[in-house]
């Protein structure tokens, strides 16, 4: 088979699986979790037979939009950061970056309460171990940097300061604004500096 073949093929499934996320995300945002695959099919624009090529059911749809929706929060959160040399303005923005992440869509009026369950349990998933592990490794080497320029506390070790912000800006998914998300942020802070 020519290789133009092969990267067109490889293209064109690629486009059809984002499709599918993207009409899933979709129907869920405007009608909830009660979706079916004949929904997601005719949304996206393919039979039901194709559909059933790329996903079992519904569930392995969401679990694959949100492993991509954390991979895109994973790149944000390493670009706000690698722009910021000051290590207290690093640290300041990698929590209020990965708080604002945590509740991506939360603000919006067409984001249901039942999609919002649904997008804390997916983050509780086993499938999400490696981004978590990611997540804290990348949030303990930032706090390693502010601790060694006398910003944060030295009698709690860089990795359990992670731990302890990632815990506290839990809450932040559930936070009903911005500003709710960014006084969560402050008090985080507060509680890490050093005397």
Not at 18 to 34: N, P, R, V
Not at 93 to 113: E, K, Q
Not at 119 to 124: D, P
Not at 145 to 163: I, M, N
Request: hydrophobic share 45%; net charge negative.
């Amino acid at each position: 088979m020519p290789k133009l073949w092969n990267t067109t093929v490889d293209e064109h499934r690629r486009a059809v699986h984002a499709a599918i996320l993207d009409s899933t995300a979709a129907l869920i945002a405007e009608h909830g979790l009660a979706v079916t695959m004949s929904q997601i099919a005719q949304h996206t624009g393919i039979g039901r037979a194709t559909l059933y090529k790329y996903f079992k059911d519904v569930e392995a749809i969401m679990v694959a939009w949100h492993d991509r929706q954390v991979g895109d929060h994973l790149r944000q959160l390493s670009s706000a950061i690698a722009d910021c040399t000051d290590p207290g303005d690093r640290l300041r923005t990698a929590l209020t970056v990965y708080a604002h992440l945590s509740s991506t869509g939360r603000d919006s009026p067409h984001h249901p309460a039942e999609s919002v369950e649904t997008a804390l349990a997916l983050h509780r998933a086993p499938h999400l171990h490696h981004a978590q592990r990611h997540v804290h490794d990348l949030l303990t080497e930032v706090i390693s940097t502010a601790a060694d320029a006398g910003l944060t506390r030295s009698d709690v070790p860089p990795a359990e300061l992670a731990t302890y912000c990632l815990h506290a800006l839990a809450a932040a998914a559930a936070s009903p604004s911005p500003a709710a998300r960014d006084r969560l942020v402050a008090v985080t802070l507060t509680g890490m500096l050093a005397a």
